[in-house]
């Protein structure tokens, strides 16, 4: 060796010094959470502060403003107090129900999208892109059509229908494995093909059901009152906890089939295991509220963009989609000419997005 390369060798105290400084980088750019005693990105903590922040403020805002406007003070009285006067009765009877459905089907639909996105590897893979929402409306189609418009039959034919598209679209692109690009391909086709099935049943329904059909299928939280919700909120919290879960698997899958193996992971049970909560977290919505679209598409960018996290983070998601539809049902609701359901306002949000994404996309191959 000589001298010229002696001199660029480590000394143990030089090597020491040098892990000590690379550990106090990532400690800067880290808080450590002592009750997950985990290290989190703090600009990742400082994302999920301004969302629940944000949150809180437009809640406030929502459960404030209609045509018995109150002020914060009068909406956090409201809340907590025991007299039953008129002004609880607004925010707790007919206004709370729906800032909570707003948020919670918000956040569930969020993270269908961010299971699905981080599944295929693709900004597209959504389950309102890959037919998997298409399905669950199908399903409850196809219920009220041919049975009845009750609230229990009509959340098993949206589970079954998205259950059942599902697995349509898996059996398809699987081959020796799945692959992001050719599921999102596949799920494409087979949502052309629900569409028309879904025109069919509503020209062939009375014109009274088809009438009630297509505004439940434009997507609408305004009907889902505590009978409806409380029911779809306790479904909800099971598949969120089933999330959390499988999160750890969902990790392993970004990686790739071949890296996830690698770890010991059996991939096809684990990747069909996310797919199934993914399927029943939209579908439980949709039971609901009808189709609701674009949440589950742009949300999970949305909240990877502000992260800048390498896959997708599933928290600020959540907290993301349930931003979007309250914003969403607000301007609905109180910045319209007339009130409108929601699913029309997140379609315009949805178009923007792909807009968006289209022209960064281009923007990146120039």
Avoid: C
């Amino acid at each position: 060796m000589t001298d010229a390369a002696a001199e660029n060798v480590p000394t143990p105290d030089a090597a020491s010094a040098q892990t000590a400084a690379a550990k106090a980088r990532r400690s800067a750019s880290s808080v450590r959470l002592p009750l997950l005693g985990t290290l989190v990105a703090k600009r990742q903590f400082a994302v999920v502060g301004a969302l629940s922040a944000a949150l809180l403020a437009l809640s406030l805002l929502a459960l404030g403003t209609g045509d018995y406007p109150l002020s914060v003070g009068e909406v956090v009285t409201a809340m907590f107090a025991t007299d039953g006067g008129f002004a609880t009765t607004i925010v707790l009877e007919w206004r709370l129900p729906r800032v909570l459905v707003a948020l919670v089907f918000g956040a569930a639909l969020a993270l269908s999208g961010a299971i699905f996105q981080s599944l295929t590897r693709n900004p597209l893979g959504s389950p309102d892109i890959i037919g998997f929402a298409t399905g669950s409306y199908t399903g409850a189609l196809i219920v009220i059509t041919l049975v009845g418009d009750t609230y229990l039959s009509t959340a098993g034919g949206a589970i079954a229908g998205g259950l059942a598209s599902a697995l349509v679209v898996y059996l398809l692109a699987y081959r020796r494995g799945i692959q992001g690009f050719r599921l999102i391909i596949v799920g494409i086709a087979v949502t052309a093909i629900l569409h028309a099935f879904n025109t069919w049943l509503l020209l062939r329904a009375q014109v009274e059901v088809a009438m009630a059909a297509s505004i439940w299928g434009a997507g609408s939280i305004s009907l889902v009152g505590w009978e409806q919700a409380l029911p779809a909120f306790g479904v909800l919290a099971v598949l969120g906890v089933l999330v959390l879960v499988l999160s750890g698997g969902l990790r392993q899958l970004e990686l790739g089939d071949d890296a996830a193996k690698a770890h010991g992971m059996r991939v096809e049970p684990a990747r069909l295991a996310l797919l199934v909560v993914g399927v029943a977290l939209i579908a439980v919505v949709t039971a609901s509220s009808g189709p609701i679209a674009f949440v589950a598409l742009a949300a999970p960018q949305i909240a990877s963009r502000l992260t800048r996290s390498a896959g997708v983070p599933l928290v600020a998601s959540a907290l993301t989609g349930a931003l979007l539809l309250l914003a969403a049902d607000f301007v609905a609701q109180h910045l319209l000419p007339a009130a409108v359901p929601v699913g029309m306002v997140t379609v315009v949000i949805g178009g923007l997005y792909l807009i968006g994404l289209l022209i960064s996309q281009a923007r990146k191959q120039t």
